[in-house]
């Protein structure tokens, strides 16, 4: 009777576990390819002159908008 409440334990575990693996897989998936944009990308911006905070937000909604496909 003990080993198998034990057995039972351990496969909710086993099954919990592969759910969260399985949630973390696919939740990065979805960010693949966005990130914010680095600081070399910003100096960019600042030399061409368009680093206003509308063209940076614009940029960023344009970054979170791509479509992932996977």
Known sequence: MIESFIG???AAMA???LMLSI???EKSFRNAGR?????SELEILNSAG???EQNINI?????Q???QNY
């Open 8 to 10: 039972l334990i351990i």
């Open 15 to 17: 099954i919990s576990s």
């Open 23 to 25: 949630e973390s897989i």
């Open 35 to 39: 990130h914010s944009l680095t600081k």
């Open 50 to 52: 368009i680093n206003t």
């Open 59 to 63: 940029l960023k909604n344009d970054i």
């Open 65 to 67: 908008n791509i479509p």
